[in-house]
């Protein structure tokens, strides 16, 4: 059973134009995260909410925004993505300061 | 948060025991460490974690000696579809926030 579920697996966006990336759990665990991980690189923390509390990377650009509407989902906004924002991005969570659960994560083309 | 260093990569066959070694020589009083197994296309996911001695679950054993400055991830008995990457990570409780991937272990398992 899929426990945190990121949809789409693949999405393709055009150069600036904003794309959201969805994330939703059934583990109902109070931290999410978001990572960014490009090709034969390490998962890049983005920033995390825990629980309603957002908590971004110093190094995040302002490019990269989220939203947690509620317990269950989280959504990464990409305002202008740009060549170098096309990665796999990585939603995971936690109870409080227990090892993350990771999804399968989203790859993210940009054109 | 105490840095790492693991071999970039390592070869075995079907059936050994693998043993991967991390070393962790400004590991602090407080840390855990915790291995990660990452395939592609996948989000990483946990494996074990350790503060001293020996944890063993039911896929994976961690070997910590006393002074903690070095610990193994030993994997019984591979099989083709354990060739992932590995990270292993070290961190107090609020590190769990704020995982800082190093670059991993890619582990192949050779028919």
């Known amino acids: 059973d899929a426990m945190v579920i990121q949809n789409p697996r693949y999405q393709v966006t055009q150069f600036g134009k904003p794309v959201t990336l969805s994330c939703s759990q059934t583990?109902?665990?109070?931290?999410m995260y978001w990572y960014q991980q490009k090709s034969s690189q390490a998962p890049k923390l983005l920033f995390h909410?825990?629980?309603?509390?957002?908590?971004n990377e110093a190094d995040t650009p302002d490019n990269f925004q989220s939203r947690r509407p509620n317990t269950s989902f989280c959504f990464l906004d990409i305002r202008s993505p740009g060549l170098g924002d096309a990665a796999m991005y990585l939603c995971?969570?936690?109870?409080?300061?227990?090892?993350?659960?990771f999804g399968d994560g989203t790859r993210l083309s940009i054109l | 948060l105490a840095k790492t260093t693991q071999p970039i990569s390592m070869d075995s066959y079907e059936g050994q025991e693998v043993n991967i070694t991390c070393s962790h020589n400004?590991?602090?009083?407080?840390?855990?460490i915790t291995w990660y197994q990452q395939f592609p296309s996948q989000g990483p996911r946990f494996i074990i974690q350790?503060?001293?001695t020996k944890v063993t679950n039911e896929v994976a054993s961690l070997f910590i000696p006393a002074d903690r400055k070095s610990s193994t991830l030993s994997l019984p008995r591979v099989s083709l579809s354990d060739t992932a990457v590995y990270y292993c990570?070290?961190?107090?409780?609020?590190?769990?926030?704020?995982?800082?991937f190093g670059k991993g272990t890619l582990l192949t398992v050779n028919p």
């Open positions: 995971a969570t936690s109870r409080s300061h227990q090892p993350q659960h």
């Open positions: 583990l109902n665990h109070n931290v």
């Open positions: 909410y825990y629980d309603k509390d957002f908590n």
């Open positions: 400004n590991i602090a009083t407080n840390d855990y």
């Open positions: 350790g503060y001293k």
């Open positions: 990570l070290v961190g107090d409780e609020g590190s769990n926030y704020k995982l800082t």
